[in-house]
């Protein structure tokens, strides 16, 4: 991954860069995979974005439009066709990003504790710490008397958190999550929204967070995002300006949240009806 | 649950059946070995050693063998499954050469090898290896690729990914390519020592078949099904223990116990099946087996190596009897929460019915395992005698015409727990029937049907009430009560007609000292519908016929030596 493009950026010094370097830089990014009958689909087709450090970043739209091919793009899993990634990698020390996977995404065959030293241990982590950093966040997701336990027999939702455990215990610089809360239930999802937004506002990580909630992307992010239909370019980019800490019921009451997530909407809807269009096609 | 016990059944049906033809000479003996023959070759077998080396020869070739095939195909089968280029090279080759039976390549192994130990290992390392190779690749091939992208996007290197996430996620698969390969192995090594061995499982079964020595080929099948069964199981094992999280699967709360917890908690369970199998009630098995063996030591037949045999094998089955009665009594509704009778534990949930009956399975089994070998010393008739207890005790309450229900208990107590258990003991010991023997057990069958019947007299009101037609409910509480002192007073008046031809010796007399006890228990149930006092009476039966059986017991024991 190009980490150190930012810093080379000429006749900087490395502490001025970092202030007025983004920490992701994504410039005129192509993706391209093979299609099913032999030519190309283009999942992302020349998209520019820049992620300051810090900053909680939403990126919302249709179906299939290439939110997470570009999340995997930026957790370097996939290379990009054409374009340049960059990722400001500042302490050697952590791991540059940690992804929470779309759907259930823990080992069957490790235990819940095991699972969260997961990174912890491929890192060659000194045993002692990782102990203790599995403990916390085993604690902060309320699963630490299923430490023992296998995720065959937890619900989904545990399985949920554990994934969410096994991310923060990494302590990435960022963390890029895939429709974390997607298969939990309306109570389950508030609760480990509001943990995310109390963690994130002691950590202040940079986070870039793949939904289909417009809600959930105002409630969390600094920023909202939108992507259009495939091939995915960015249609909208908003900064979210609600004071923190942010409470989702206050919040949803304010007629800015509420003007917001409308325009936003509107936009929306237009673009998850090209992306079934495309879809039409695509099966015709 | 009905299924479970059908699965029992038939396998015990399909040896009763072959056990009888074999008797009745319908199969020819020369072809088709008994049962209770190939029982009692194997014992002979385990007696001098043969069987134990044997199967020790084989085993070991089976597990070294099986190491040199499963571990190479292992490491071979996961690069397959990781790498196309290994996979596109080796498939080929091993889908050309997995089909050909491995017992086929003897010869070639043979020529290149020899005769020794290591072409026999070979063999089998070759059956098991493709096997495992096969399915570890399978295996790995089905990894979902989110998990090798978790694990790289947690810093995993190359050969971490492997050990954490190829293996284990393979590891299911891997396991049924070696429980495969494992029953491959069986055969083939089964197979390989039919030629140039001199010695194993393989080795015994194709030369006594040479000799038309029929007993030990059967002896040998027999060994080498057990064998593969028991193989099986010690894989089921280590599948639980190297693959936890499966069996980890279906269950939603982890508790931890600590071993004292579980040994206090073992201490329980046995304590629970000990009140369970009722071991109050073994006297009415114990004392006419005792007795049995007191007479034909008394009439100069005892082997102590037999009798023991059969006491143990008795009271296998009573404890049996006493666990199914339990468990279809629950079933029947019979026996309610505040019911006197039985033991109480699936009432009082301390064990399952599903427990209840796996326990009467495990005891029956034993009685007949027991049993086999007792027919294959003592021949035909205690073979007959078995069968007709078997069905005596099946149709006692699991039969939709239970005899219990239908007011044949007694009678069925009687015949059953008096002269056949006594005459059986007899037989086994002497290897005659004697006339004698059937008149002296009469006694105690009198006070065995008594014991049943003080306990219908108790629930003479609960088994009309379901429909349970035991004699006593039939004849009514005033004729019960009548029958009840004929069957006290039958015992005493066959004691005296026994002694008086000669037939026990005069020793036995001491057992008219329980005559008063009698009286007063017959005096007692005529006089109340207490069921309070109806169940002392009941106790006080049983410990009647305990006592009255001793003291009997006592007196040929007396009359062997002071003659």
């Known amino acids: 991954m190009g980490c150190d493009w930012a810093n080379e950026m000429i006749g900087m010094a490395p502490a001025a860069a970092q202030a007025a370097s983004p920490k992701i830089a994504v410039q005129h990014l192509e993706f391209a995979y093979p299609g099913a009958r032999g030519g190309t689909i283009m999942a992302l087709a020349g998209l520019n974005l820049a992620v300051p450090d810090g900053q909680f970043c939403c990126i919302v739209g249709p179906s299939g439009c290439g939110k997470s091919t570009l999340l995997r793009l930026l957790a370097g899993l996939e290379q990009p066709t054409r374009g340049n990634i960059a990722v400001r990698h500042d302490n050697p020390a952590l791991p540059v990003n940690s992804m929470v996977f779309q759907g259930d995404s823990t080992f069957p065959w490790l235990t819940v504790r095991e699972n969260v030293a997961y990174g912890l241990a491929q890192r060659h982590v000194p045993a002692a710490l990782r102990v203790a950093r599995v403990a916390t966040f085993l604690d902060m997701v309320g699963l630490r008397s299923f430490s023992d336990a296998y995720p065959g027999q937890l619900s989904g939702g545990m399985r949920q958190r554990v994934s969410l455990a096994r991310a923060l215990a990494n302590d990435p610089e960022i963390l890029l999550m895939d429709e974390p809360f997607a298969s939990l239930d309306e109570q389950n999802r508030l609760l480990l929204q509001l943990e995310l937004l109390r963690i994130w506002e002691t950590e202040r990580k940079t986070v870039v967070f793949v939904t289909h909630s417009i809600d959930e992307a105002l409630l969390l992010g600094d920023r909202v995002l939108l992507m259009s239909a495939r091939p995915g370019r960015l249609l909208l980019d908003e900064l979210v300006a609600f004071p923190r800490p942010r409470d989702p019921y206050t919040l949803k009451r304010e007629a800015a949240f509420g003007d917001m997530a409308y325009r936003i909407w509107e936009l929306l809807r237009r673009e998850v009806n090209r992306a079934r269009d495309i879809e039409m096609q695509g099966v015709a | ?563």
């Open chain 2, 1 to 563: 649950m009905r299924n479970r016990l059908l699965s029992f059944l038939s396998p015990v049906a399909l040896l009763v059946a072959w056990e009888a033809l074999v008797r009745l000479k319908i199969l020819d003996i020369r072809f088709f070995a008994a049962p209770s023959q190939v029982l009692g070759r194997l014992v002979a077998m385990a007696a001098s050693g043969m069987l134990m080396d044997d199967v020790s020869i084989s085993l070991q070739r089976i597990f070294l063998g099986f190491l040199l095939g499963a571990l190479p195909a292992i490491a071979l089968g996961m690069l397959m499954g990781l790498s196309s280029p290994v996979r596109a090279l080796l498939a080929p080759i091993a889908a050309a050469i997995y089909p050909i039976p491995k017992i086929a390549i003897l010869p070639m192994i043979i020529i290149l090898f020899g005769l020794g130990e290591t072409s026999k290992i070979l063999t089998v390392a070759l059956s098991v290896f493709f096997l495992v190779l096969l399915n570890t690749a399978a295996g790995v091939l089905a990894i979902d690729p989110k998990y090798f992208d978790i694990a790289r996007n947690n810093g995993a290197s190359r050969w971490q990914i492997y050990w954490t996430v190829a293996f284990p996620a393979a590891l299911p698969s891997i396991m049924t390519g070696c429980q495969l390969g494992m029953g491959f192995a069986l055969t083939v090594i089964v197979g390989t020592e039919f030629l140039g061995a001199d010695r194993g499982i393989g080795y015994r079964i194709w030369t006594s078949y040479q000799v038309y020595d029929i007993e030990t080929t059967y002896a040998g099948l027999v060994v080498t099904a057990v064998i593969g069964w028991l193989l099986t199981i010690l894989l089921q094992e280590i599948e639980h223990w190297i693959i936890p999280w499966r069996a980890a699967g279906q269950v939603r709360t982890s508790s931890v116990h600590t071993s004292s917890q579980e040994q206090s908690s073992m201490k329980r369970y046995a304590g629970i099946w000990l009140k369970a199998v009722r071991p109050f009630s073994f006297t009415a098995s114990v004392i006419p087996v005792v007795l049995g063996g007191a007479a034909a030591a008394y009439y100069g037949f005892f082997n102590p190596w037999l009798f023991l045999l059969t006491l143990v094998g008795s009271v296998a089955i009573h404890a049996g009897t006493n666990l199914a009665n339990d468990y279809y009594d629950h079933m029947k509704g019979a026996d309610g929460p505040d019911s006197l009778g039985p033991s109480k534990v699936i009432q009082q949930g301390e064990l399952s019915p599903r427990a209840v009956l796996g326990g009467a399975i495990l005891a029956f089994a034993l009685g007949a395992a027991i049993g086999l070998y007792l027919v294959s010393v003592a021949g035909s008739f205690i073979f007959w005698l078995g069968v007709f207890s078997i069905l005596a005790g099946f149709f006692y309450t699991a039969s939709p015409a239970a005899l219990a229900y239908i007011g044949l208990g007694e009678i069925t107590v009687f015949i059953f727990m008096g002269p056949v258990i006594v005459l059986g003991t007899y037989y086994v010991q002497a290897q005659q029937v004697s006339w004698p023997v059937v008149l002296l057990s009469l006694p105690i069958g009198f006070l065995v049907a008594a014991i049943l019947h003080a306990n219908n007299l108790r629930d003479i009101e609960g088994d009309r009430a379901i429909g349970k037609r035991t004699l006593a409910s039939i004849l009514g509480r005033h004729s019960a009560v009548i029958e009840y002192a004929i069957l006290l007073g039958g015992c005493y008046l066959f004691l005296a007609l026994i002694i008086a031809l000669g037939i026990a010796p005069l020793w036995t007399i001491i057992a008219f000292l329980t005559l008063p006890t009698a009286i007063s228990l017959a005096r007692r149930a005529a006089s109340t519908v207490d069921t309070k006092i109806l169940n002392g009476v009941l106790r006080r039966t049983a410990q009647l016929h305990t006592n009255f059986g001793l003291l009997m017991i006592a007196g040929f024991v007396i009359g062997l030596f002071v003659k």
